[in-house]
Antibody
Framework: EVQLVESGGGLVQPGGSLRLSCAASGFTFSSYWMSWVRQAPGKGLEWVAN????????YYVDSVKGRFTISRDNAKNSLYLQMNSLRAEDTAVYYC?????????WGQGTLVTVSS | QSALTQPASVSGSPGQSITISCTGTSSDVGGYNYVSWYQQHPGKAPKLMIY???NRPSGVSNRFSGSKSGNTASLTISGLQAEDEADYYC???????????FGGGTKLTVL
């Protein structure tokens, strides 16, 4: 059974940093692109970033470029999102998702709240 | 980059059919067959319902179908059931520097 479990969310002050993790199981993690998608409270889905199977290609939505870094550790079956210089508008539930042309499996999400 | 355009809300009675549209451009919906649809119930993670315009993942009811014409993709739900009440999002691959984009979402109400 494919499982994706996010962790690392919480309350952080504006300008602060947070590192999200996503533990994958039930599939060959190293064979798939992986994505982070976020959803602000009461709002729609927003694609944030994705990473190729071997980590050699990474893409970001314009609003997080230069502040967020996506990475993965295939030996640990884990996906990460390092978030720096956080802003109030980054407040959202962050989901990790497996990519196969579409996001076919999603985690349950982790809430990031940026507030003083 | 702009989100794909979806109606904010649609409604239908049990047993009826409804269609949700998703309008983009030739740089996204019209240019690629990587259009997907997601269902999201309140407080839950999104669930893939349609991928590559018209394909259903295993386990998704055949009441759900997808299509595309030009720059507009559509999700049709036939034989509406109470459990179909949810938010629905379309997504497409794009040729911009941001490779994926979502629609703004459509709230489906089953009357």
């Amino acid at each position: 059974e494919v499982q994706l479990v996010e962790s690392g969310g919480g309350l952080v002050q504006p300008g602060g940093s947070l590192r999200l993790s996503c533990a994958a199981s039930g599939f060959t993690f190293s064979s798939y692109w992986m994505s982070w998608v976020r959803q602000a409270p009461g709002k729609g889905l927003e694609w944030v970033a994705n990473i190729k199977q071997d980590g050699s290609e990474k893409y970001y939505v314009d609003s997080v470029k230069g502040r967020f870094t996506i990475s993965r550790d295939n030996a640990k079956n884990s996906l990460y999102l390092q978030m720096n210089s956080l802003r109030a508008e980054d407040t959202a539930v962050y989901y990790c998702a497996r990519e196969l042309g579409a996001k076919d499996y999603w985690g349950q999400g982790t809430l990031v709240t940026v507030s003083s | 980059q702009s989100a794909l355009t979806q109606p904010a809300s649609v409604s239908g009675s049990p047993g009826q059919s409804i269609t949700i549209s998703c309008t983009g451009t030739s740089s996204d919906v019209g240019g690629y067959n990587y259009v997907s649809w997601y269902q999201q119930h309140p407080g839950k993670a999104p669930k893939l319902m349609i991928y590559e315009v018209s394909n259903r993942p295993s386990g998704v009811s055949n009441r759900f179908s997808g299509s595309k014409s030009g720059n507009t993709a559509s999700l049709t739900i036939s034989g509406l059931q109470a459990e179909d009440e949810a938010d629905y999002y379309c997504s497409s691959y794009t040729s911009s520097s941001t490779p994926w984009v979502f629609g703004g979402g459509t709230k489906l109400t089953v009357l």
